[in-house]
């Protein structure tokens, strides 16, 4: 179960990789003070974060069997 909970941490982290200037874009706006409606997120930076955690957790099975 660690192994699992460890891969799945490291595939998130490397999914979140490429939306990190998108994030740090909002993050200033918002330490501006400039709010918005809503915050959009590409659906390309979304699949990247699922499909490295899936991938990932398909590893950490293999792994452990």
Known sequence: ???LYS????GIT????PS???MYRYAEEISRGVKREK???PARYLVAAVASV???SFLAY???R
């Open 20 to 22: 990190r200037k998108l």
């Open 62 to 64: 293999g792994l452990t």
């Open 14 to 17: 490397i999914g979140l990789f």
């Open 54 to 56: 899936v991938v990932m």
């Open 39 to 41: 915050y959009p997120f």
């Open 1 to 3: 179960m660690l192994v």
């Open 7 to 10: 891969f799945a941490w490291v």
